[in-house]
């Protein structure tokens, strides 16, 4: 009896029809609740792919450009101009004037914050004028008397009263004494500059056609902080330099380009400061077409060289055959039609800005081969031009002395798809290749960012994992879904479920730290096991025909595994037994050795064989299980006919079973393939994670998976180098889950199949 | 003749193929015996007290030296390796038997392990007075005792020396138990209320109160504090004073002699005059201290109580997060969503889910979880202690929230899996009876389908507790210096990192300076890691085949 305090109300009652309605309104708000809840959750889910591709866009957009502000400056003539530069901050910007004058600018507005004549000596105008690597901040005048002032825009940072207060000065690092460059005295008309902390070289040109070298070298005196002594040294190279239009020294003050106008090139190498020489002549433009500029990336290894057809070619030495540099041709840009007049360098990248006769100004990146931009933003021809340090903006003054000020936003520009994917052909290299190395002690690093390696890699380890696995996983669903007996499967099956729960870091711990060893000193026996083992096996069934009938009655059908247990283990225990003194036999006691000395062999203790060998094990259990879901799902009348037909049970399954149940397998394999791909501690552990290409069983690997969690926590939030690896995540992710939904969608079609039959 | 069409008859039946299948799975089942078997044989073997060794030792064909110490593993190598690498070889024979011994001492010798080989092995012994200290620094001591002394003068030599140490040492590990009381305990808790003072104050100047009143009240609290450490410290230093009365003076094999302040021993015992029950006794204080001690010496030593605490806390805490939204899904995707190709759709997307990779969770959760939602978080609720980030970094919650969405689809698909076994005869008698269908679910249906639900967590926790890769990013470290539960309001410390026993097996096994003396810690690790996950499936697998029983009855 349903027996209540309400069950005493009537039922018609004004009580009795809340409380039903109050139920009802529950059972709605409960559906709405569930609804609800349901559907965030797997929102939150599909939340994981769309978050990794909104880290993962920006990678891909093109460059934006905003005007700041356009001005012109009262009282300057623009054909004054030599140079521009700006600070970090992006708030002021330094004018360098043929009379030497540096005037320094609220970029914001054009309004002088500052400005001051630089000492040249009585009589001396300005000829010549160049700046060394941007983070210098040196720039050097030549002048008409064959001397050369060397002076520094520097910015002074303060916090008074908490502002940021940014005081701009002139400084003269080498001192206000101007360096006689030319001891004859000449007009310097060309030249140019590079600086360490302790040694300076000066190149210049004058006008009678002779290329001049000053060495000086600083040492700092010991008594008083600031101040130095200068040692110098002056050297006339052996080169025509009458033509001469360009004249570029490397940041590392290692070489010499002179080239003039009709694209001549002269490429001396001054490592040697007191034997400077000639290494190479060419023709760096196509003929007819002509030299409009040059500059050195940034780095000072590349030389990028605009021509007056609208190309910008990028080039650096590069060892041939016989082991000398050679200038050579890289790449090339051919995003634009005019004359490229003007080049600014980026610095802490490998990207540049050209600006052409028609005012057309392009944002290009070298490593990636990336034209982000290309828009035209002038009037009239571009007179200088300037990059902030930190790329995010951009200054440059009009033939007409307009000056703009404009913001970029650029932030990846060195990524490309075919800096992905492709061979990219880094500078020093040799030629293109893939190569993944992101981070470096050195500022001028070019990051190399070629997923191609680390796909290989992840590649390769899961081809070795699903060679152990496959056969050993398949085989042996056949087994215990078909022939073992029901008591044995009832033991089989839980074992492999923990096999399959095994935490993998432990399973790496073991291959790191006991298998790679092991296999190390056991080369030979790992090889005999694989011929031993099988052959035992068969031995053994082969023999056990002839075992004494009574014996062979009390193992009931179905027990083979079990049986075979000490035979393995014998076959086992005599491979590695004997794995010493083969090695001595036929190795000279060490296959290692042997290995990289008689047949060229790299052998490294974590390779390939020990990541197939652990991760096979780990996808053993994904694959067994599915597999032997598969086959065991067979509808049974199937096979009974074929019995009855008189197959054996070999015949039936290999001809009936195996062959309605292969979709099954299928998608097992499907699924552990995608289980090796993603896995991350086993290789991270199994492996010395050097990212090498190399399909070798006896070589290290490096995987998307533990480059991940080996890179990651270092990168800093929202770099190039963290979308990068945004996206190996995502390529991850996309990667397993199309194999999983196939093998999914596989099974499903199969269910549906037995469920016919 | 016949032999021979007697062997291609037979394989022409298939029966060789049988066999073969079946060496695979017992070549698996070997795989995975063989892998427990070895964890736990070296995961045990660790806290047994080994015999010290006194051995001479040929170095070449003149000079011997007597090393102590205990014998680990062994292994045949062929000689000409030994010969190649420069090794002096009494005899001449094609392989020879190497063994990996323990000479401690790290202070004397650099490397707490070295290679020898047996036939260069003379006479070996195993005096009862070798000694075995375990020490807070450099890892074991072996070799002899000399004398006892107390602030510099020798109270006792000889064969006193022993029971006089001992009693010493009582008094040597309450004045240690004392001082990390005082350290871990109070001073700890003085620093943690010194930074919520300082972040307090900050957070005045941040809100640009001009009122002194509640900086006064902040100064006063702070020199409060500054009096109570001053107290503490006090107390500490007389502690250590006293601590560092007592030494005693050692040697090792080849008479060198160090003196050992009793303050930096953790134990000492003498392996060969043990018998079986002190060793037993040994064994099970080692077991005791390993699963409840800090961890000492760059974690290689000592006990793994913060990675056993951080692993237990951080999977509770996901539990907390998965159950419930788990549930709601599976509801949701089986009782009430309209059953279609989209919902198909969908259950085939989350099934999938569980096979995306685990790395792939632990960069979502580092960019969604730890630098979107931790940084807007700081920025809301935490600016005062900007720029150090409070939750903004890795930590345990952003930990269980990344595993918590990892082993949702494992939870899903169980408590579907549940739900559909349930019969419609059930469901449909209660919907007979009148109940609504969210009575039926609340109080027939989820009851029912509690145990597959139950064995979906089960697994989750499992799947959990071994994963380390996404923790790696999202908040986990070598050394925690405090645990995520402590007794400073508010108890629960979501935002703090923590240890975890997978994470610190990878970290000892490839992290640590000395791989070879943490070995024998890491497989004891593996061991304790392996017995949680393995009992966890098992449970599993338990209550799935009773409740496959119970649903059987059901229908039939």
């Known amino acids: 009896m349903y027996m209540t305090a309400e069950t005493n109300i009537d039922k018609t009652t004004a009580a009795r029809a809340r409380h039903n309605k109050m139920r009802m309104v529950k059972d709605v708000l409960a559906k709405y609740a569930v609804s609800i809840g349901g559907t965030s959750v797997i929102l939150a889910i599909a939340l994981i792919f769309f978050y990794l591709f909104f880290v993962v866009i920006p990678l891909f957009k093109a460059a934006e450009i905003e005007l700041v502000a356009s001005y012109k400056i009262d009282g300057t003539n623009a054909s004054e101009t030599l140079y521009l530069a700006m600070e970090e901050q992006n708030e002021i910007g330094v004018r360098f004037t043929r009379s030497g004058v540096a005037e320094f600018y609220n970029l914001a507005d054009g309004s002088l914050r500052y400005r001051e004549a630089i000492e040249l000596p009585a009589g001396a105008t300005v000829s010549s004028f160049a700046s060394a690597a941007l983070e210098h901040g040196l720039v050097v005048y030549g002048l008409s008397n064959g001397q050369a002032v060397v002076v520094k825009h520097h910015y002074k940072v303060t916090f008074p009263d908490d502002l940021r207060k940014i005081t701009p000065q002139i400084l003269y690092p080498f001192g206000e004494e101007p360096i006689t460059v030319d001891d004859e005295g000449d007009i310097l008309s060309d030249i140019a500059f590079q600086n360490s902390e302790e040694e300076a070289t000066i190149v210049a040109a004058t006008n009678d056609g002779r290329l001049l070298m000053t060495h000086l070298i600083k040492e700092e005196s010991m008594m008083d902080e600031g101040m130095f002594e200068l040692e110098q040294e002056n050297l006339t190279l052996n080169y025509d330099a009458s033509t001469l239009v360009y004249l570029l020294m490397g940041q590392e003050q290692d070489k010499i380009y002179a080239i003039d106008q009709s694209g001549e090139l002269g490429f001396f190498n001054i490592r040697d400061k007191e034997e400077p020489e000639l290494e190479q002549r060419l023709r760096i433009v196509e003929q007819g077409e002509r030299v409009t500029s040059a500059m050195f990336l940034t780095g000072g290894i590349s030389l990028l060289v605009g021509d007056s057809s609208g190309q910008v070619s990028q080039w650096f030495p590069v060892r041939d055959e016989h082991n000398n540099k050679v200038l050579t041709l890289i790449r090339s840009f051919e995003d634009q039609d005019n004359p490229i007049d003007k080049i600014a360098i980026e610095s802490g990248r490998k990207g540049f800005i050209a600006a052409d006769r028609e005012g057309n100004v392009g944002l290009y990146h070298s490593t990636a081969h990336r034209t982000l931009l290309v828009e035209p933003l002038a009037d009239t021809p571009i007179n200088a031009i300037a990059i902030s340090p930190r790329s995010s903006a951009m200054w440059f003054e009009e033939q007409n002395g307009t000056m703009q000020f404009w913001k970029i936003h650029n932030e990846h520009p060195e990524v490309s798809w075919s800096s992905l994917w492709g061979e990219v052909w880094y500078e020093s290299y040799e030629k293109p290749e893939y190569t993944w190395q992101s981070s470096s002690s050195s500022s001028d690093f070019e990051p190399k960012y070629s997923l191609v390696p680390i796909s290989f890699g992840t590649l390769k380890a899961a081809f070795y994992a699903m060679l152990v696995a496959m056969p050993l996983a398949i085989l042996g669903a056949i087994y215990t879904a078909y022939f073992m007996a029901p008591k044995m499967r009832n033991i089989v099956k839980p074992s492999i479920e923990i096999m399959e729960a095994l935490p993998t870091v432990i399973l790496g711990f073991l291959a790191g730290l006991w298998l790679a060893p092991f296999i190390e000193k056991h080369l030979p026996g790992i090889f005999i096991m694989l011929m031993l083992v099988p052959a035992a096996i068969i031995a053994a069934a082969f023999a056990w025909q002839f075992a004494p009938r009574k014996l062979r009655h009390a193992v009931p059908e179905g027990w083979e595994a079990a049986l075979l247990l000490p035979v393995i283990i014998l076959a086992l225990w005599a491979s590695f037994g004997f794995s010493p003194s083969i090695e001595t036999t036929f190795f000279g006691g060490d296959m290692r050795h042997y290995l990289s000395n008689e047949l060229g062999i790299n052998f490294d203790q974590r390779n390939a064989m020990v990541v197939g060998l652990a991760m096979g094990f780990a996808v053993i259990p994904t694959i067994f299980s599915i597999a032997e879901d598969a086959v065991f799902g067979v509808p049974r009348h199937l096979s009974h006919g074929s019995l009855a037909l008189g197959a054996t049970p070999w015949q039936t399954m290999w001809r009936v079973v195996l062959l309605t149940a292969s979709p099954g397998i299928f998608s097992a394999v499907m699924i552990g393939f995608g289980r090796a791909v993603g896995e991350t501690m086993i290789v991270l552990m199994a492996t010395g994670n050097t990212p090498v290409m190399d399909m070798s069983i006896f070589q290290g690997l490096r995987t998307l998976s533990a480059n991940i969690a080996v890179e990651i926590p270092e990168s800093e939030v929202a770099s190039t180098h963290y979308r990068i690896l945004f996206l190996a995540a995502l390529v991850l992710f996309a990667f397993t889950f199309f194999f999983n939904t196939l093998a999914e969608v596989v099974r499903q079609r199969l269910r549906k199949k037995y469920s016919s039959l | ?556």
């Open chain 2, 1 to 556: 003749m016949s032999g021979n069409s007697d062997l291609k008859k037979w394989f022409s039946t298939g029966t060789p193929w049988v066999w073969t299948s079946a060496g695979a799975v017992s070549l698996s089942l070997l795989m995975v015996f063989g892998v427990l078997a070895l964890i736990a044989l070296r995961g045990l073997g660790y806290f047994w007290p080994a015999d010290l060794a006194q051995i001479e030792y040929q170095l070449d064909a003149e000079s011997k030296i007597v090393k102590v110490g205990e014998f680990h593993e062994h292994e045949m190598v062929p000689s000409i390796q030994l010969r190649e690498a420069g090794l002096y070889l009494p005899s001449d024979d094609d392989l020879v038997k190497r063994y990996l011994f323990k000479v401690g001492n790290r202070d004397f010798y650099g490397q707490d392990f070295r290679w020898i080989i047996e036939p260069s092995i003379g006479e070996t012994s195993y005096p009862e007075h070798l000694m075995v200290l375990e020490r807070h620094e450099w890892g074991n001591f072996f070799g002899h005792l000399l004398q006892v002394k107390e602030s510099g003068k020798v109270v006792a030599e000889g064969d006193a020396a022993r029971a006089e140490l001992d009693r010493r040492m009582v008094r040597a590990m309450d004045l240690h138990d004392q001082i990390k009381t005082i350290e871990k305990g109070a001073i700890g808790s003085v620093n943690y209320r010194m930074e919520k003072l300082r972040l307090a104050k900050r957070s005045l100047e941040l809100d640009e109160v001009t009122d002194p009143a509640p900086y006064g009240r902040l100064e006063e609290a702070k020199q409060e504090l500054d009096a109570e450490y001053q107290v503490l410290m006090g107390q500490l230093n007389k502690l250590y004073e006293k601590s560092k009365r007592d030494s005693i003076t050692v040697s090792d094999s080849e008479g060198n002699q160090k003196e050992i302040s009793l303050h930096m021993i953790v134990r000492v015992y003498y392996p060969n005059s043990m018998g079986v029950f002190d060793k037993i006794g040994h064994y099970i204080a080692k077991v005791i201290e390993f699963v409840s001690a800090d961890p000492r010496e760059a974690n290689t030593e000592g006990g793994i109580f913060p990675a056993i605490f951080g692993t237990v806390m951080m999977v509770m805490i996901m539990t907390v997060f998965v159950t419930p939204l788990g549930v709601v899904a599976a509801v949701y995707l089986r009782e009430y969503a309209k059953q279609g190709p989209l919902t198909q759709v969908i259950r085939i997307s989350v099934n999938n889910l569980a096979g995306v990779p685990s790395i792939v969770y632990g960069v979502f959760g580092l960019g969604f979880f730890v630098y979107f939602l931790g940084g807007n978080i700081d920025q809301l609720f935490f600016r005062e202690a900007l720029p150090a980030p409070t939750f903004g970094t890795p930590g345990i919650l952003w930990s269980s929230l990344t595993l918590a969405l990892l082993t949702l689809p494992v939870v899903i698909v169980a408590t579907e899996e549940g739900l559909s076994r349930i019969p419609r005869s059930v469901r449909e008698g209660s919907l007979a009876l009148g109940a609504t269908k969210a009575e039926t679910l609340w109080r027939i249906v989820i009851p029912m389908a509690s145990p597959a639900l139950m064995t979906g967590l089960i697994l989750a926790v499992a799947r959990a507790a071994g994963e380390v890769a996404p923790l790696m990013l999202v908040g986990v470290v070598k050394l925690a210096p405090s645990l995520p539960l402590d007794g400073e309001a508010p108890f629960l410390h979501l935002d703090r990192k923590f240890m975890h026993l997978g994470f610190h097996v990878y970290d000892v096994g490839f992290q640590s300076p000395n791989v070879e003396a943490a070995r024998p810690l890491v497989y004891a690790t593996a061991l304790l890691l392996v017995i949680v996950i393995v009992a966890l499936n098992l449970a599993a697998i338990a209550i799935r085949n009773h409740l496959r029983e119970k649903y059987r009855a059901l229908e039939s």
